[in-house]
């Protein structure tokens, strides 16, 4: 299996900017999260679906910030306009549901993408 | 909400040694899972090794161990005969039970002398 696939690796864009990152989960998860991490803050989770269903969505800063999930094997965390204080590693992260085999309740993390908003 | 605390920012060990690095974490719940999470300058998340609280005993990866003791909310990684390539960030994670989000610790820096 190919892991948790996140493109870009690296994205630099200028202030006021779209963002898109997107992120590929393991096939035949079903449950897939958004975490950010900075200096400051650590490690956060921004959103998360189940389904294709955006479950939680309170750890998303601002207006500015939108997550879809259209099928069950894309996701895109879409952010416009960007920020400075938006730089940052992104995150995404998937797992199977209890009942659909594997090892549902561990996390796997795609390689990151790190956003620099100059 | 659940909180995690990693009282160390920083830890070094020297190369073949035995390190242990602390995590606490503050949960009213009595059904979770813990992690350990390891993340080089690759900036890849790696798990090392996991826990079901409702196992008494203690898991064990290779060299890499915990110190589950539920009632003090306590869940430490000893690694032992450390390796060069231990060196890293370690996150330390909690979840509830069901299918819900990771919530980490600030992270330790660990740095292995040759």
């Known amino acids: 299996d190919a892991g948790v696939i996140q493109s870009p690796r690296h994205e630099v864009t200028e202030m006021g900017q779209e963002v898109t990152l997107r992120c590929k989960p393991i096939?035949?998860?079903?449950?897939l999260f958004w975490y950010r991490q900075t200096m400051m803050r650590g490690l956060e989770l921004l959103i998360y679906f189940n389904n294709n269903v955006p479950i939680d969505d309170s750890g998303m800063p601002e207006d500015r910030f939108s997550a879809k999930m259209p099928n069950a094997s894309f996701s895109t965390l879409k952010i416009q306009p960007s920020e400075p204080r938006d730089s940052a590693v992104y995150f995404c992260?998937?797992?199977?549901?209890?009942?659909?085999?594997?090892?549902?309740?561990?996390?796997?993390f795609g390689p990151g993408t790190r956003l620099t908003v100059l | 909400a659940q909180t995690v605390t990693q009282s160390q920012p920083e830890m070094s060990v020297q190369e073949a040694e035995t390190v242990t690095l602390s995590c606490t974490y503050d949960t009213s719940e009595s059904d979770y899972y813990l992690f350990w999470y390891k993340q080089p300058p690759s900036r890849q998340m790696i798990l090392v090794i996991r826990q079901e609280a409702y196992k008494q005993q203690n898991a064990t990866e290779n060299r890499f161990s915990v110190n589950f003791q539920k009632a003090a909310k306590s869940f430490s990684l000893k690694i032992s005969d450390s390796q060069l390539g231990d060196a890293a960030m370690y996150f330390c994670a909690y979840r509830s039970s069901g299918n819900t989000p990771l919530v980490f610790g600030k992270g330790t820096r660990l740095s292995v002398i040759a």
């Open positions: 096939s035949g998860h079903n449950s």
């Open positions: 992260a998937s797992r199977s549901l209890p009942g659909q085999g594997g090892s549902w309740d561990t996390q796997y």
